[in-house]
T-cell receptor
Framework: GQQLNQSPQSMFIQEGEDVSMNCTSSSIFNTWLWYKQDPGEGPVLLIALYKAGELTSNGRLTAQFGITRKDSFLNISASIPSDVGIYFCAGQPRPLLNTGNQFYFGTGTSLTVIP | DARVTQTPRHKVTEMGQEVTMRCQPILGHNTVFWYRQTMMQGLELLAYFRNRAPLDDSGMPKDRFSAEMPDATLATLKIQPSEPRDSAVYFC?????????????FGPGTRLTVT
């Protein structure tokens, strides 16, 4: 199946620092999504991106759809302890007729925020 | 607020037993996805449905797994017979589908342990 490389695998940062993570694919995607997963819970959608070059914010989170359409970036500004969790990117290649909205997920970035 | 619900939240069973997991998608959503999450493989897509019709179940071991949508409010994932390697968290997600709405909303998951 499709492979999405997400980096870094893990991050340990001080509260108040900014965070950057990215996701790359070997093929072009039409849509990128960013999710956050807390322990024992399902992933929660943070940001959705639909156009190359698009920059979208959700509070302290900002995500960008790469110009090449093969990558996406997520930034968190002024991190706080509740930002702890695993962040996943998900990408959708051009959908085929009647095949629905299949997405491929990255391997996740584990974020630890030290108070 | 509208959420995807899954039952049971936890299931411990012995090898060889049948396991049935249930999912209630968000009312009005027409796509349903089943994922499996493990430490080693991350999030893997098992199957997905659009308007209750299975579109792709290529990620599912066909000999023991089956997925169905008896009606628009219920999706089931069945494993028979279960094996220890099936131990994982199984997530259901639903989406509104359509060209401008690709977001998937995840349920809390069913944590399956097969001994």
């Amino acid at each position: 199946g499709q492979q999405l490389n997400q980096s870094p695998q893990s991050m340990f940062i001080q509260e108040g620092e900014d965070v950057s993570m990215n996701c790359t694919s070997s093929s072009i995607f039409n849509t990128w999504l960013w999710y956050k997963q807390d322990p024992g819970e399902g992933p929660v959608l943070l940001i959705a991106l639909y156009k190359a070059g698009e920059l979208t914010s959700n509070g302290r989170l900002t995500a960008q759809f790469g110009i090449t359409r093969k990558d996406s970036f997520l930034n968190i500004s002024a991190s706080i302890p509740s930002d702890v969790g695993i962040y996943f990117c998900a990408g959708q290649p051009r959908p085929l007729l009647n095949t629905g909205n299949q997405f491929y997920f990255g391997t996740g970035t584990s974020l630890t925020v030290i108070p | 607020d509208a959420r995807v619900t899954q039952t049971p939240r936890h299931k411990v069973t012995e090898m060889g037993q049948e396991v049935t997991m249930r999912c209630q998608p968000i009312l009005g959503h027409n796509t349903v996805f089943w994922y499996r999450q493990t430490m080693m493989q991350g999030l893997e897509l098992l199957a997905y449905f659009r308007n209750r019709a299975p579109l792709d179940d290529s990620g599912m071991p066909k000999d023991r797994f089956s997925a169905e949508m008896p009606d628009a409010t219920l999706a089931t994932l069945k494993i028979q017979p279960s094996e220890p390697r099936d131990s994982a968290v199984y997530f259901c997600a639903s989406g509104a589908g359509g060209p401008l709405s690709y977001e998937q909303y995840f349920g809390p998951g069913t944590r399956l342990t097969v001994t």
